[in-house]
């Protein structure tokens, strides 16, 4: 006797659990079907932002700062490449050099009332007659002049213009007001600023990516090429870009 109700007890409190259960499911069933389309909208949204957050880690570890128009088409194509580099340089120098003509023109409208003027338009010559070394030594030298002058700081350590620009990004554009641009900017500009400046002052071994001080010292050994010159162009358009971007939000 004592037996059978002990059974009964465990059958009768199995078949109280299964009907939670199958309410809690029935319940959650109808939750979903009321709020599918929200759901499966955020899903989506955060299936997109993985997405885009994989092709800015390839842009990052190829040193590139992208500033053009990241659409969904071609950062499919960037996930999906064995190429990043040929894709890139595909995007900026097919169609005429449709992109990267923009870039020049929005950075030279830029520079026209710059101290430097001058020095971008022998820069520029020499990157027209396929001197890309030359070109690629005159954009650095660029760069220390662009960042002095935006950080507000003339010494000429790098780390402490870059933490000055940092700051003033920081301060003058907030954090929920971003777009993705300006975060694929920041991500990239940040990261492309770490490799660019690796400590290679033994100058033993020559790194195979962009690197300032073999070119500005004097010990690169290594051809350069348009693609190199892009890289850097994009970095300092992100700068530019980053400089409009907090003038304007400041007004």
């Known amino acids: 006797m004592m037996q059978s109700e002990g059974l ?30 929200t759901i499966e909208h955020y899903i989506l949204a955060f299936a ?20 053009g128009d990241l659409s969904s088409e071609l950062i499919t194509e960037i996930n999906a490449a064995n190429n990043v580099d040929e894709i890139i340089e595909n995007y900026y120098f097919s169609n005429n050099a449709q992109h990267i003509n923009i870039t020049l023109a929005r950075f030279q409208a830029y520079m026209q009332s710059s101290a430097y003027s001058e020095l971008f338009a022998q820069t520029l010559a020499a990157y027209s007659l396929t001197h890309y070394h030359l070109a ?19 010494k000429t350590g790098y780390k402490i213009r870059i933490d000055a620009i940092e700051k003033k990004i920081s301060d003058r554009l907030e954090l929920d007001n971003l777009d993705k641009k300006t975060l694929c900017i920041c991500k990239t500009m940040s990261c492309f600023e770490e490799s660019i400046f690796k400590d290679n002052y033994n100058f033993e071994n020559e790194p195979s990516e962009l690197n300032r001080h073999w070119v500005m010292h004097g010990r690169s050994q290594r051809v350069y090429t348009r693609y190199d010159f892009l890289k850097i162009l994009l970095w300092l358009d992100a700068v530019v870009f980053l400089d409009e971007k907090i003038n304007e939000k400041s007004q």
């Open 8 to 37: 009964a007890n465990i059958i009768n409190g199995t078949i109280k659990f299964c009907q939670m259960i199958g309410n809690a499911l029935s319940a959650y069933h109808n939750w979903y079907m009321k709020n599918a389309d």
């Open 48 to 67: 997109n932002l993985g997405c885009w957050y994989a092709a800015v880690d390839e842009l990052v570890s190829h040193q590139i700062v992208f500033t």
């Open 136 to 154: 690629c030594i005159g954009m650095f030298a660029i760069i220390d002049g662009v960042f002095a002058d935006f950080s507000n700081n003339k």
